[in-house]
């Protein structure tokens, strides 16, 4: 099968574009959730705008490997004025369902595609991506469940797989077992 009719080339600029639309769509709700007097929430958003940029980067990364980089991709990831419409509940329920429909989805697919293709590092990358996911998904269920009384938070990013967690870490990445200083302090 040559490249050109590869499913996990075309899957990774999909999950590119899908994670650069993610990221654009949290830094809309940040904004959002400061202006309605909630800047727990606020962080919250701009820590997983900061894992889905790691995501993104990561998908294209792989792109890089065919040595077919598609570079009008990074064109994809445009702010959306619309998000700003919505209510921090609103934004907050879409984000659970767009975080779910990719890890119930969207990756589990990409990963199979992957696999019956013998893409490993995309394989790889989809399976992180995809845990990570699952852990945005929860956490913005949780924020929803607490909406009111949200309590600030310390948020760490891994940078190689964009695993998003409330505290200091403690040890290896549990998504991606990269060394505990491969996590950065969100700004
Ligand atoms: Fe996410
Ligand atoms: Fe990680």
Redesign the pocket.
């Known amino acids: 099968m040559g490249p050109a009719e590869s499913k996990t080339e075309l899957n990774i600029q999909k999950a590119f574009k899908a994670e650069m639309r993610a990221r654009a769509s949290y830094q809309a709700y940040a904004q959002k959730a400061e202006s309605e007097g909630n800047p727990e929430l606020a962080k919250l958003f701009r820590a997983v705008a900061a894992s889905e940029e790691i995501h993104s980067q990561a998908l294209l990364r792989c792109l890089k490997e065919t040595s077919r980089t598609t570079v009008d991709l990074w064109a994809a990831g445009l702010y959306d004025p619309e998000s700003l419409k919505e209510t921090t509940a609103t934004n907050l329920q879409r984000a659970i369902e767009a975080e779910t429909e990719e890890f119930t989805n969207q990756y589990p697919q990409m990963i199979q595609d992957a696999d019956t293709e013998g893409w490993t590092t995309a394989r790889e990358t989809f399976h992180?991506v995809n845990m990570v996911e699952r852990v945005h998904a929860a956490m913005f269920r949780e924020a929803l469940d607490q909406l009111g009384r949200n309590q600030p938070a310390e948020y760490h990013l891994?940078e190689?797989?964009g695993?998003t967690i409330e505290r200091k870490p403690i040890g290896p990445?549990e998504?991606?077992d990269?060394p505990e200083a491969?996590f950065q302090a969100l700004r």
Do not use: R, Y
């Open positions: 992180h891994c190689v797989c695993n990445c998504v991606c990269a491969t």
